[in-house]
């Protein structure tokens, strides 16, 4: 599998979920077994020596990849969610998005001092979304914070917005 072929498995969905947006449906890679093997072996070279403790994934559809990393790498997985879906007690965050304000939770005790994590989405638009999410995983003090996107849309700038401290990757560019 090349890195063309995934990319061409990703399909275009013009003016969804709005009017003007090019939604990028990876449920046709997700579906292929070839695709989500070069994902898996992608992100495990990407991710190997870095020393990563959890790996965070973001709900929905960062939940698809980030469990698969996470066993390769024999890490435990963290969920990210919207506010109000996780049972125990959390620490929150809120930021805006182009319609109103949105809230994403982590348990309490799901992040140590000692963890060197990996925030993994399925892409990167604004990147409102995850920088939010380091925010919030800041909030643990944690000792070290890598971001993973399986796709980046390069034309609406997302890295500016992030810490200097945090390293981004992603595997495909559009
Ligand atoms: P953002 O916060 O703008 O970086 O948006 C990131 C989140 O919205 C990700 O979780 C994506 O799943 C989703 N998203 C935003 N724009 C697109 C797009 N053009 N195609 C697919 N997913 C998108």
């Known amino acids: 599998m090349t890195e063309e072929q995934v990319k061409k498995a990703i399909r275009d969905i013009p003016d969804f979920p709005s009017k003007g947006i090019l939604f990028k ?54 969920p990210m969610r919207k506010k109000g ?12 998005k182009e319609y109103g304000i949105d ?15 990996l925030i993994h ?4 638009a604004t990147g409102g979304t995850m920088i939010a999410a380091c925010k919030l995983a800041k909030k643990f003090n944690v000792k070290k914070i890598y971001v993973n996107f399986l796709v980046e849309l390069d034309f609406l700038d997302g890295r500016k917005g992030f810490d200097e401290d945090i390293e981004i990757d992603s595997l495909l560019h559009f």
Do not use: Q
């Open 25 to 78: 449906d990876l449920t046709t890679a997700f579906k292929e077994p070839s695709c989500m093997k070069w994902f898996e072996n992608e992100l495990y070279k990407r991710y190997k020596d870095k020393g990563i403790t959890k790996i965070v994934g973001i709900e929905s559809r960062g939940f698809v990849v980030a469990p698969i990393l996470g066993n390769r790498l024999n890490i435990g997985f963290v």
């Open 103 to 117: 809230t994403i939770e982590l348990h309490k005790d799901s992040l140590t001092t000692d963890d060197i994590i």
């Open 85 to 96: 879906k996780l049972p125990a007690e959390t620490v929150e965050i809120s930021y805006s």
């Open 121 to 124: 989405d399925d892409l990167l």
